[in-house]
């Protein structure tokens, strides 16, 4: 089962921009899907955005046209390009794989807060 850690997250001001890391233990070449999910206080996890193993990604309606999910497979690791953020976007981010070369495994969230 691969190991996910999340970075990246912090504060920000409304309009502002961060980058998330999510790095494996192993290749991520082989993993059906990876994703990043967001929990806000008193709220559901819910999908963010995620890329399957051919590429191709998805977004929430919430985010698309601000967020990109992208991977570096060299580097074993995917990154979520956050960009005009907004007070609603504050939450725990989370980094899942699933499928393909791992069973379904979780990282331990990082924290991104948009305030000004």
């Known amino acids: 089962q691969v190991q996910l850690v999340e970075s990246g997250g912090g504060l920000v001001q409304p309009g502002g921009s961060l980058r998330l890391s999510c790095a494996a233990s192993?290749?991520?070449?082989?993993?059906?899907?990876i994703g990043w999910y967001r929990q806000a206080p008193g709220k559901q996890r819910e999908l963010v955005a995620g890329?399957?193993?051919?590429?191709?990604?998805n977004y929430a309606n919430s985010v698309k046209g601000r967020f990109t999910i992208s991977r570096d497979i060299a580097e074993n690791t995917v990154y979520l390009q956050m960009n005009s953020l907004k007070p609603e976007d504050t939450a725990v981010y989370y980094c899942?794989?699933?499928?393909?070369?791992?069973?379904?495994?979780w990282g331990q969230g990082t924290q991104v807060t948009v305030s000004s």
């Open positions: 890329i399957i193993s051919d590429g191709r990604s």
């Open positions: 899942n794989a699933r499928g393909g070369s791992t069973r379904d495994s």
């Open positions: 192993e290749s991520i070449f082989s993993i059906g899907f």
